[in-house]
């Protein structure tokens, strides 16, 4: 039970920060090419 809970968690945490970090790395990665 555990173990699903913590995948679960994961699975939101993932969810949430990944479109953050994709815009947080496209901006980097324009302010590197310009």
Not at 3 to 21: C, E, I, K, Q
Not at 24 to 30: H, R, W
């Amino acid at each position: 039970m555990i173990t699903l809970m913590s995948a679960v968690l994961v699975a939101a945490l993932l969810a949430l920060a990944g479109p953050a970090l994709e815009s947080m790395f496209n901006q980097a990665m324009d302010t590197v090419g310009s």
